[in-house]
Nanobody, 125 residues
C-alpha cells in the first residue's frame, strides 16, 4: 500500500481561505482518481472532492461546490484542496486517498492506501 501524508490544516476565521496538501508515495499515483474526504466530530467520513488521473475532471460535494477547488501535480505525487469562504461547518479532519465511485458518491480506496492521519481544519465563527 501507498502512504498518504496530509498537511496544511489550521484554525481560520469564517470567510477565510486555506490550501491543504497531500503527498502520496509510490509510482502509480498518476494512474489513480484521487479525492479529499473529511470527518467532523461525531460524524462519519464524507466525500468532499474528486479529481481524475489527468486532472481534467473534478467533482464536488454540494456543500463545498463553488468554494473548494481540487487540483493535482502528477510530477510531484501531490493533490491539493484550495478552500475559500470557509464556514464553521467545514470544521473537520481532512483526508486524501484514491477514490472510486459507488452508491451515488465517492469513497476512499483503502486497497490503494490506508487512511493517513489527516489534517485538522477548524473554522471559528
Amino acid at each position: 500500500q501507498e502512504r498518504l501524508v496530509e498537511s496544511g490544516g489550521r484554525v481560520v476565521h469564517t470567510g477565510g481561505s486555506l490550501t491543504l496538501s497531500c503527498v502520496v508515495s509510490g509510482r502509480t499515483f498518476s494512474e489513480h482518481h484521487m479525492g479529499w474526504f473529511r470527518q467532523a466530530p461525531g460524524n462519519e467520513r464524507e466525500f468532499v472532492a474528486h479529481i481524475s488521473p489527468g486532472g481534467t475532471i473534478m467533482h464536488y460535494a454540494d456543500s463545498v461546490r463553488g468554494r473548494f477547488n481540487i487540483s493535482r501535480d502528477n510530477a510531484k505525487n501531490m493533490v491539493y484542496l484550495q478552500m475559500d469562504n470557509l464556514k464553521p461547518e467545514d470544521t473537520a479532519v481532512y483526508y486524501c486517498n484514491a477514490a472510486y465511485w459507488s452508491d451515488g458518491t465517492y469513497h476512499g480506496n483503502t486497497y490503494y492506501a490506508s487512511w493517513g492521519q489527516g489534517t485538522r481544519v477548524t473554522v471559528s465563527a
